[in-house]
């Protein structure tokens, strides 16, 4: 276990729509990143928070945005839903004094 | 996209033999990561190392950097079917963000 959860653990969603993904970190963990993982490929860096204030965006549209909050949770919110936005999403809380990353166990998304 | 490729793309080996994948990059790092994904749910932390480093031992892994040719390699020795998973190498480039660039990932499969 990596201390890292993620809520819900499956998601259907239709074209158009929005969603809200959440993550609770590891307490003492300041920095969470979002990654996205298609079937099949490597997961890919969305954007990372450090004390809550964006710290470095992959390239992702502007409909994907985030928030962390004081106590180690932290938002993802895609708008207008697009098909190939169907992938698991996984994020991430890492210490201040170490590189290492822990996982949680991801939100997969399927847009109908 | 994805930073690098992993070779083999899949492997298929009898438990107790060795496993070795290889990771190749394309831009400065670091560091490199190694992670296991079981059934396309979170990812595993295994192992880091430094860019100035060149090889790293934990338990019944080894991985070894040559930054000069931007690859690693991931040996997993008497493996197990417990070992059974994909296993994706990540480079972290130089600068504030420790955002992690996975590369396409190798799929183990450990046969009893």
């Known amino acids: 276990e990596t201390g890292v959860t993620q809520s819900p653990t499956h998601l259907i969603k239709t074209r158009g729509q929005q969603v809200t993904l959440r993550c609770s970190s590891q307490?003492?963990?300041?920095?969470v990143s979002w990654y996205q993982q298609a079937l099949g490929q490597g997961p890919q860096f969305i954007f990372q928070?450090?004390?809550?204030?964006?710290?470095g965006r992959g390239n992702f549209p502007p409909r994907f945005s985030g928030l962390q909050f004081p106590n180690y949770s932290s938002e993802l919110n895609v708008n207008a839903l697009e098909l190939d936005d169907s992938a698991l999403y996984l994020c991430?809380?890492?210490?201040?004094?170490?590189?290492?990353?822990?996982f949680g166990p991801g939100t997969r998304l399927t847009v109908l | 996209s994805q930073q690098g490729e992993e070779d083999p793309q899949a492997l298929s080996i009898q438990e107790g033999e060795n496993a070795t994948m290889n990771c190749s990059y394309k831009t400065s790092i670091n560091n490199l990561q190694w992670y296991r994904q079981n059934s396309g749910r979170g990812l595993v932390h295994l192992i880091l190392?430094?860019?100035?480093?060149r090889e790293k031992h934990s338990g019944r892994l080894r991985v070894t950097l040559d930054t000069s040719k931007k690859s690693s390699s991931l040996l997993i020795t008497a493996s197990r079917a417990a070992d059974t998973a994909s296993y994706f190498c990540a480079t972290v480039p130089p600068g504030n963000t420790d955002k992690l660039i996975f590369g396409t990932g190798t799929r183990l499969q450990v046969f009893p």
């Open positions: 190392i430094r860019s100035n480093e």
């Open positions: 991430a809380s890492t210490a201040d004094t170490t590189d290492t990353q822990y």
């Open positions: 928070y450090y004390r809550e204030e964006e710290n």
């Open positions: 307490s003492g963990h300041n920095t």
